[in-house]
């Protein structure tokens, strides 16, 4: 790829020294620069100033290493599928693009786990797992990157049964801000040894670290699957059900809400028929009696709560374009709404409150003056609220503000969080206060210590601490200081 002039931001020295390392895998591009600077949120682009497409651990260290010399912002780069605007260059500097370090490292059966270079994304992994009768079961939707997965803390439609990339990360490898490789777990089952640095830089967004490699937990491929739609005359029906369903311990591998708003989007964007009412997507698995007495035992708790006409299919073509479908949610927004940009949000209260929270978000939803739709992971009491705005349009934005807090505070009032699996980035930073209070402190005591010059990720995460207030605090207000 050509590169473009230099970035100004940038001392010569540091771009000569990426040169050096990289050759042409070091782009100061506009284009390059431009696509590295936005994920699929609705937060404007910030562009870093120059892009270093890695291919090895040692090389992320060599380029940590020389940003660190010259107190420049690390950025680390999946495929850009974020939501909270984590890949955005908010004070400028370098972006790591992992993408290319894309090799399956270890499969091991037996131990019912793998190591990934960071860039190996969910699909490539599950089809590499296939032959094996294994299989990943994070599923975010989006074709993501393991690395990217683990820095998010990402979730899916699995999660109910199988667990996040908290459960489901066994270790990582991790570069450091001074250019240093630490491995932050063996691959033990179990261990009481030492602090839990896995689940440390599992979701720190790359704030602490660059994640280099994953290994992950496998799974099984079910001997009998079976999916469901399962519609109501109304979410505070469909609510009811799930809630029962949890708590009668039904073990469902999926339970996924849409409002009629969002069930009408995706028939059009996917050439569906489903009834335009509140509707529950579900899957079962296990064996084949197991999945069989599953279906009785839930079809009855949705009967008991109003349920229409259900629909049943054991055909894996068939649940696959009904779960392809609701993976294309974000785009069926946007085809409702051309020229729109969806500002997606989440929250995630514990079970016993999820009616009360989706009840107050119905009557929110009614004073929307533009397109806005519901979905949810609901197994676990996570839901998405998916405003479509225009972003030149002030009025727009503001009211999608307004509501996205109403929602959050709601939320963490409840019991809750301000995001159950799209994040903080810079988009929900200022919630951490309310959400954390007094804990805030120690995290950030931790990015003091491994970050104490503020360049993994800044402005993500922690919101900013008063100037000179302690040691790391990230660099201040001016985006592009003089390096």
């Known amino acids: 790829m050509s590169d473009g002039p230099p970035a100004s931001a940038l001392a010569p020295a540091l771009l000569e020294r990426l040169r050096a390392l990289l050759g042409g895998r070091l782009s100061t ?33 060599a380029v940590v290493r020389a940003c660190a010399a010259h107190r420049v912002p690390v950025i680390p780069f999946g495929v850009g ?83 996040t990339m908290r459960e489901t990360v066994v270790s990582l490898g991790v570069v450091l801000a001074d250019g240093s490789f630490i491995r932050t777990a063996s ?9 839990d640095l896995t689940r440390l830089f599992v979701g720190s967004e790359g704030t602490l670290g660059v994640i280099t490699d994953v290994t992950v937990r496998l799974f099984g491929i079910p001997e009998a699957v079976l ?66 007495e599953q279906a009785r035992n839930f079809a009855a708790i949705a009967d008991s709560h109003g349920a229409q006409a259900m629909q049943w299919s054991r055909d894996q073509a068939e649940r696959s374009r009904l779960w392809q479908a609701r993976h294309n949610v974000h785009y ?13 949000t989440d929250v995630c209260v514990p079970i016993s ?40 349009d002030a009025a727009e934005v503001a009211a999608a503000e307004r509501l996205n807090e109403r929602l959050v ?8 969080t301000c995001t159950g699996e799209h994040g903080v ?25 491994l970050d104490p010059h503020g360049i993994m990720n800044p402005g993500k995460v922690l919101p900013d601490a008063e100037p000179g207030a302690e040691p790391g605090a990230e660099p201040g207000a001016d985006p592009r200081p003089a390096r």
Request: charge should be neutral; charged fraction near 20%.
């Open 29 to 61: 591009s506009e284009a390059d620069r431009a696509h590295h600077g936005h994920d699929e949120s609705w937060h404007p682009a910030r562009p870093p100033d120059a892009v270093a497409r890695v291919a090895s651990t040692e090389e992320v260290q």
């Open 81 to 163: 599928t974020s939501l909270e605007g984590h890949v955005g260059a908010v004070r400028g500097g370098v972006c790591i693009d992992l993408s290319g370090m894309n090799r399956i490292i270890a499969v091991r059966p037996q131990d019912l786990d793998a190591t990934v270079e960071a860039g190996v994304t969910r699909k490539q992994l599950n089809a590499d797992l296939r032959d094996l009768g294994l299989f990943f079961a994070v599923d975010p939707g989006a074709d993501a990157t393991l690395g990217g997965m683990a820095a998010t803390r990402a979730s899916g439609t699995n999660a109910v049964r199988y667990g």
């Open 187 to 195: 691959r033990a089952r179990k261990s009481s040894a030492g602090y």
């Open 227 to 292: 999916g469901a739609v399962c519609p109501f005359p109304s979410i505070a029906q469909a609510v009811a059900t799930v809630i029962e369903a949890i708590q009668s311990g039904l073990p469902m591998a999926r339970i996924e809400l849409m409002d009629s708003n969002t069930v009408r989007a995706v028939n059009a964007f996917s050439k569906l028929a489903y009834a335009e009412t509140p509707t529950l997507f579900l899957e079962f698995h296990g064996s084949p009696a197991g999945v069989e």
């Open 332 to 344: 069926a927004f946007l085809a409702q709404r051309p020229g729109a940009k969806v500002w997606p």
């Open 353 to 392: 409150a999820l009616a009360e929270c989706l009840a107050a978000t119905e009557k929110d939803m009614a004073e929307t003056g533009f397109y806005s739709a519901l979905v949810g992971h609901v197994g676990d009491g996570n839901f998405h609220w998916g405003f479509l705005v225009r972003p030149e």
């Open 409 to 416: 505070m709601r939320a963490i009032r409840l019991g809750g």
């Open 425 to 449: 980035g810079h988009g929900k930073r200022k919630f951490m206060p309310p959400e954390h209070g007094e804990a805030l402190s120690v995290m950030r005591t931790i990015k003091a210590a």
